[in-house]
C-alpha cells in the first residue's frame, strides 16, 4: 500500500506498510524540517549503504532487529540505549544490525563503527558490546551506575573509557579487550569475575 500521512495526537506521522523505512515518527517544525523518530521498522535504514553517521533522539522507544543491517560505512552512532528497548530486551548492539544472538555479533557489525554514544540508562546490558571488536570509543551517561557481564568483551580496539558514575562491573565486563590500557574506576566498589581478564596493555587505573 502507499505511504499515508494523518493527524494523531496532535502530530503529523508517516505510516508506512512497507518495512525498509521508519515506521511512526513525530514531524516537528521549528522553521527547519526536524524529526523526532519513536519508532523503527525492520531495515529502517537497512543499506544506506552511504550512511557515515546517526544520531538517534533520546525519544525513541524501540529499535528493530536489522534496523541498521548493510550500513557499510556508518563511523559514528548515538543511540538512547543498546538493543531493542531501555529495558534490556535484546541488549547487544549488534542486534541493530541482524544478529540474532550476542555470540554472531562479530560478523555483522561494520569495521567502520568506531564510535558509540549512548544516551540514557542506568545500566549497561549484558554483552551490550560483545565481540564489537573494531570500536574505539565508547560514550556513557552520567546516569549509567552498572555494567553488566561480558559487556565489552573482545573489544579488542577499545583503548580507554570514562566510567564517570558506574560502581559496578559485571563478570568479564572487558575481559579480552587487549588494547584497552586507560580506565575511570574513581567511583567503582564492586568488580566482577576476571573482569579485566586478558587486559594485556592495562597500565593506568584511576
Not at 512497507?18 to 515506521?23: F, G, S
Not at 528493530?64 to 538493543?83: D, H, K, N, Q, Y
Not at 531501555?86 to 555470540?103: C, K, M, Q, R, S
Not at 567502520?112 to 570500536?135: D, K, Q, W
Request: charged letters at 20%; proline letters at 3%; one cysteine or more.
Amino acid at each position: 500500500g502507499k505511504d499515508e500521512i494523518a493527524a494523531v495526537e496532535g502530530a503529523l506521522c508517516l505510516w508506512t506498510e512497507r518495512k525498509y523505512l521508519v515506521k511512526r515518527c513525530h514531524v516537528i517544525d521549528n522553521g527547519k524540517s526536524v524529526v523526532i523518530i519513536l519508532e523503527h521498522d525492520v531495515y529502517a535504514f537497512g543499506n544506506c549503504l552511504a550512511l557515515a553517521q546517526l544520531a538517534l533522539p533520546a525519544s525513541v522507544v524501540r529499535m528493530e532487529r536489522s534496523m541498521l543491517e548493510g550500513c557499510g560505512a556508518l563511523t559514528a552512532l548515538t543511540i538512547p540505549f543498546v538493543g531493542e528497548t531501555a529495558d534490556g530486551e535484546n541488549g547487544w548492539l549488534a542486534y541493530l544490525f541482524g544478529a540474532v544472538d550476542h555470540t554472531f555479533s562479530e560478523g555483522y557489525m561494520p569495521a567502520s563503527l568506531v564510535r558509540v554514544t549512548v544516551l540514557t540508562g542506568t545500566t549497561l546490558p549484558r554483552n551490550a558490546f560483545y565481540e564489537c571488536s573494531r570500536i574505539r570509543e565508547v560514550i556513557l551517561p552520567e546516569t549509567m551506575t552498572a555494567v553488566g557481564d561480558r559487556a565489552f568483551y573482545r573489544c579488542a580496539y577499545l583503548s580507554g573509557i570514562a566510567l564517570p558514575s558506574v560502581t559496578t562491573l559485571g563478570d568479564e565486563a572487558f575481559s579480552g579487550c587487549v588494547r584497552l590500557c586507560d580506565v575511570d574506576l574513581s567511583h567503582v566498589t564492586t568488580i566482577g569475575v576476571q573482569a579485566f581478564r586478558g587486559c594485556i596493555s592495562l597500565s593506568r587505573t584511576y
